[in-house]
């Protein structure tokens, strides 16, 4: 099996040097070239060595992925591995590797930024999720280094991609309206998070538009976690309202254990509609109504606009890229009229 430089240009039938100019992603070969090389090194078993590569290039081709939250939530919340599918599948295709971090709240935050980010180790970072108040976002910013938000940031030099929380919300609640529900609740995701304000935002819209009163008595915050859903509506129990938007179907699945402890159906006694659309919500009883976001193609998307910055020249001033998906109601069975 060829281990070498010569081995594999012998293969592509191209010139030693052409073969270092596909590894180290030069921009001047031709695609169909590009191609038989990569074909022959795949043939060959060649492995290139990446720091000579990256001694080359600057470029390690290696991005990290960061999710400020506990490791457990990884785990409990599908719309992490979701979300890592997208970007997994993207920085394969472009030969790029992905080194996943989660760094949950701690004191030793900025010794683990520095062991991730200090060494130059990392091409540039998508960062996913983080609370307003992370301060990873500002060190990422201050160091100049290449990153992406999944998920709206208020600071204009900060690209992200996200989907447009307030319209899914929005359409979530005029769902329940046009149903005829009037005293419609809500369970909100985390407020130092832009998506958890945004969706309660469209709350607020819809009700406003069609002169229903906001009440807060009708408002729980959440957490985006089962537990916190299942908490939030055995507060919200006592104030009667006939539907309820939730603001992840993970606190849905939470709500609606509340409500079967406390004899309630769903739909009959009370009305279920969330968002994002995970795997479980159309496999529970009753099959939740909800908003669905892309959430894959935002994983994969982001990965796309990390790349054009990190291969892009010193010299150049991106713009920076805000890019909002919209979203899709879907409905299933845990909607109906009072």
Same mark, same amino acid.
Request: glycine share 6%; proline share 6%.
């Given at each position: ?159 992200? &991609? ?8 929005? =359409? !979530? #609640? +005029?769902? /329940?309206?046009? $149903? ?110 909800? &908003? ?8 994969? =998307? !982001? #990965? +796309?606009? /990390?790349?054009? $910055? ?29």
């Amino acid at each position: 099996m060829a281990s070498t430089l010569e081995e594999v240009a012998r293969l592509a039938g191209v010139s030693r040097s052409t073969v270092s100019r596909v590894i180290n992603n030069h921009p001047h070969v031709r695609s169909e070239t590009r191609e038989r090389v990569w074909q022959a090194i795949r043939e060959s078993g060649y492995q290139p060595h990446a720091v000579a590569r990256s001694l080359v290039t600057n470029r390690t081709q290696i991005i990290g992925m960061v999710i400020p939250e506990a490791v457990t939530t990884l785990f409990t919340d599908p719309f992490f591995p979701i979300l890592l599918r997208g970007t997994t599948n993207a920085c394969n295709a472009h030969r790029y590797q992905l080194m996943l971090s989660l760094f949950a709240a701690s004191a030793d935050q900025q010794e683990r930024y520095q062991n991730l980010l200090g060494n130059g180790y990392l091409d540039g970072v998508i960062v996913a999720s983080a609370s307003l108040d992370d301060p990873l976002v500002s060190h990422l910013l201050r160091d100049r280094v290449p990153f992406v938000s999944v998920g709206r940031h208020p600071d204009r030099r900060v690209h992200f &991609v996200d989907v447009d929380n307030v319209s899914g919300a929005r =359409m !979530a #609640v +005029e769902h /329940l309206i046009g $149903l005829g529900h009037r005293r419609i609740a809500t369970i909100t995701g985390r407020l130092d998070t832009t998506h958890g304000q945004d969706r309660l935002e469209g709350y607020r819209q819809a009700m406003q538009a069609h002169g229903i009163p906001v009440e807060e008595g009708l408002i729980a915050e959440g957490d985006f976690t089962e537990s916190s859903g299942m908490a939030g509506m055995q507060r919200l129990l006592p104030a009667s309202p006939s539907a309820v938007f939730v603001a992840s179907d993970m606190m849905a699945i939470g709500a609606l254990k509340a409500l079967r402890q406390a004899g309630r159906q769903v739909p009959q006694d009370i009305a279920l509609i969330s968002f994002d659309d995970i795997p479980v919500a159309s496999a529970i009883e009753p099959a939740l109504t909800t &908003v669905r976001q892309p959430i894959e193609r935002m994983g994969s =998307m !982001a #990965v +796309e606009v /990390l790349l054009s $910055l990190v291969e892009s020249s010193p010299e150049e001033e991106a713009p920076v890229h805000r890019i909002v998906l919209p979203t899709e109601l879907v409905i299933r069975n845990s909607c109906g009229s009072p």
